[in-house]
């Protein structure tokens, strides 16, 4: 066996490895308290830093907050960062009804508020990017700006059969429908251990808790939810998902990313650092002006 073989075996073990942490990270809370939503529900939140703006980062359908690790170290030297496991996901409470945008915006604001935060900048991936502008909603006076993250790319409405077709499959079979759903989410030529890894982790997210949120998530009227919002809006959005005409009527600027799929901050996380940092520090400068 070459050393080139050897040291490519053990980069796929150190990544399935990391994989596997991420996943039993999320079944243990923080040991701190956590905040109470709006319905009662506990939620789950991990801080690092100590920067005087905070960063919160929010994760996407059937992910958790463990989806942000390797943004945590870089982020938190000049900022103070929270990650938060929305309502139903990772750590966070299960008791809910409806898995909605709503719900899980007011999951963010009990965690700004729980921590007493005063200006913060939202950053949100793939369904995370709706969540975080219904936080901006309910909370302008603290919001500088929000960062999505692979989301914002179709904000077509869809009426509640258009919205059933494409749910039914999950009603069916979740678990075989979001692993070729998520597989999609990918590069061709991507690492097939961190693929499996991710694709595993999101099909294991309870059925009721994703099909009720993937439902809503697809019925969110983007038109007008983003009427109200008046702070700078930035996209740091994979080239494959990219659709400047879709953002232009919203005033969004977008940082295109090439050869990752739908997960950039895991996949190039240094390029997307980068980005978001260079991101954040437009957003305070536009507030300071």
């Known amino acids: 066996m070459s050393l080139q073989h050897k040291l490519h075996q053990l980069l796929l073990l150190l990544t399935l490895v990391g994989i596997s942490a991420c996943v039993q990270e999320k079944k ?48 938190s030297k000049e900022y103070q960062v929270v990650t938060i496991d929305l309502g139903g996901h990772g750590s966070s409470g299960l008791t809910r009804e409806n898995w909605t ?102 099909s294991s997210a309870p059925p009721t808790v994703a099909i009720s949120s993937g439902m809503y998530y697809q019925l969110w009227n983007a038109q007008e939810e983003f009427a109200d919002i008046q702070v700078p809006l930035k996209l740091i959005i994979s080239e494959r998902g990219f659709n400047p005409s879709a953002i232009e009527p919203y005033g969004i600027e977008a940082d295109v990313m090439k050869e990752v799929g739908h997960f950039l901050m895991m996949e190039d996380p240094d390029t997307f650092h980068e980005l978001l940092a260079n991101d954040i520090e437009e957003i305070i400068s536009a507030e300071n002006q």
Request: net charge negative; charged share 20%.
């Open 101 to 202: 945008m709503d719900a899980f915006g007011e999951d963010v604001v009990a965690v700004i508020q729980h921590l007493n935060l005063e200006k913060v900048v939202l950053v949100g991936h793939s369904m995370g990017g709706r969540v975080i502008v219904e936080v901006a909603q309910r909370l302008p006076e603290k919001v500088l700006g929000l960062v999505g993250v692979d989301t914002w790319g179709d904000f077509a409405v869809q009426t509640k059969e258009q919205v059933e077709k494409i749910i039914a499959p999950f009603r069916e079979n979740f678990v075989e429908t979001t692993r070729q759903m998520v597989r999609g989410m990918f590069l061709e030529d991507a690492d097939s251990v961190y693929m499996e890894g991710i694709i595993t982790d999101m």
């Open 28 to 75: 243990a809370p923080s040991p701190i308290p956590p905040a109470i939503s709006a319905d009662g529900l506990p939620i789950d939140y991990l801080v690092q830093g100590n920067g005087k703006l905070s960063v919160i980062l929010v994760h996407g359908w059937s992910c958790d907050k463990s989806y942000w690790k390797q943004q945590l170290d870089n982020l």
